[in-house]
T-cell receptor, first 114, second 112 residues
Framework: DAGVIQSPRHEVTEMGQEVTLRCKPI?????LFWYRQTMMRGLELLIY????????DSGMPEDRFSAKMPNASFSTLKIQPSEPRDSAVYFC????????????FGPGTRLTVL | DAKTTQPTSMDCAEGRAANLPCNHS???????VYWYRQIHSQGPQYIIH???NNETNEMASLIITEDRKSSTLILPHATLRDTAVYYC?????????????FGTGTRLKVLA
């Protein structure tokens, strides 16, 4: 298995532009999580899905952030419009529903908003 | 809010055991303790987890106190490649799945 796949790995954009981050979870996993990591705030859980349904988006910082999971093998995190303070590493993780369901993390997308 | 408290940083000599403590005094009876580590800016990597018994795998050992209010991750023979940030996490059940609440972690530096 290739693990959790995220794209792009690096994104540099200008303030005001729309940014879309993509994630392909591990096949067979039915929970998907989006995190953001910054030096100041550490690792923050933004939103998570179970069986493609958003369960809790209380971690999403503002209405500029949105996430979708149209099917079991794909999810997007969109920022529109982007701001410099959105610069961070964004991680996607997936897990199966089971007693020992560890989360598997992707390599992350490093976003820089100028 | 994080349910765990860890020291900010620790040093360990190469070849020696690294003992990383974690406090989770508000843990509930059915909540597991998970440990992950993050090397540089890579995605966090699973190490080990436990409920109330001590656990061991090829990477580490996990010692959980009888009252479950604290635990210790043990890397038996630390190497330079074990230099990383180590996160102790309480896994919380929610709406058919589980979520992690990450704390600030312990930055472990293994010294040659």
């Amino acid at each position: 298995d290739a693990g959790v796949i995220q794209s792009p790995r690096h994104e540099v954009t200008e303030m005001g532009q729309e940014v879309t981050l993509r994630c392909k979870p591990i096949s067979g996993h039915n929970s998907l999580f989006w995190y953001r990591q910054t030096m100041m705030r550490g690792l923050e859980l933004l939103i998570y899905f179970n069986n493609n349904v958003p369960i809790d988006d209380s971690g999403m910082p503002e209405d500029r952030f949105s996430a979708k999971m149209p099917n079991a093998s794909f999810s997007t995190l969109k920022i529109q419009p982007s701001e410099p303070r959105d610069s961070a590493v964004y991680f996607c993780a997936s897990s199966s529903t089971g007693t020992y369901n560890e989360q598997f993390f992707g390599p992350g997308t490093r976003l820089t908003v100028l | 809010d994080a349910k765990t408290t860890q020291p900010t940083s620790m040093d360990c000599a190469e070849g020696r055991a690294a003992n990383l403590p974690c406090n989770h005094s508000t843990i509930s009876g059915n909540e597991y303790v998970y440990w992950y580590r993050q090397i540089h800016s890579q995605g966090p990597q699973y190490i080990i987890h436990g409920l109330k018994n001590n656990e061991t795998n090829e990477m580490a050992s996990l010692i959980i106190t009888e009252d479950r209010k604290s635990s210790t991750l043990i890397l038996p023979h630390a190497t330079l490649r074990d230099t990383a940030v180590y996160y102790c996490i309480v896994r919380v059940a929610t709406s058919g799945t589980y979520k992690y609440i990450f704390g600030t972690g312990t930055r472990l530096k293994v010294l040659a």
